[in-house]
């Protein structure tokens, strides 16, 4: 079992940058595949960024691909999403999970096993 905590979420201006913490613990955080995804209001949950088990590879929706980077600090049992350049479309509620997916699935919310609670991000002037 895995439990899984995000932080760092805010009210930021356009332009703006912010990073989204994603605490693991109570499992083998290394073995995991640890993904962030969204939701806006009255919108379907989204794919935004994922990360494989040995941080080698990366993959981003095409929305965000350029300004969000994902990374993860095993020591730390950690997984980070650095948003740069915010804009008002970004405004979501967003969630971290944990799963083992094969990458063609990467962006599946059914390959997650595990979810944090999620972290609002507003982004407005």
């Known amino acids: 079992q895995v439990q899984l905590q995000e932080s760092g979420g805010g009210l930021e201006q356009p332009g703006a940058s912010l990073r989204l913490s994603c605490s693991a613990s109570?499992?083998?955080?290394?073995?995991?595949?640890m993904t962030w995804f969204r939701q806006a209001p009255g919108k379907e949950r989204e794919f935004v960024a994922a990360?494989?088990?040995?941080?080698?590879?990366?993959i981003y929706a095409e929305a965000v691909k350029g300004r969000f980077t994902i990374s993860r600090d095993s020591a730390k049992n950690t997984v980070y999403l650095q948003m740069n350049s915010l804009k008002p479309e970004d405004t979501a509620e967003y969630y971290c999970?944990?799963?083992?997916?094969?990458?063609?699935?990467?962006?599946?919310?059914?390959?997650?096993?595990?979810w944090g609670q999620g972290t609002q991000v507003t982004v407005s002037s």
């Open positions: 999970a944990a799963g083992k997916p094969i990458l063609s699935a990467i962006r599946m919310e059914s390959m997650y096993y595990y």
């Open positions: 990360i494989r088990s040995t941080g080698g590879t990366t």
């Open positions: 109570g499992g083998e955080f290394r073995t995991y595949t």
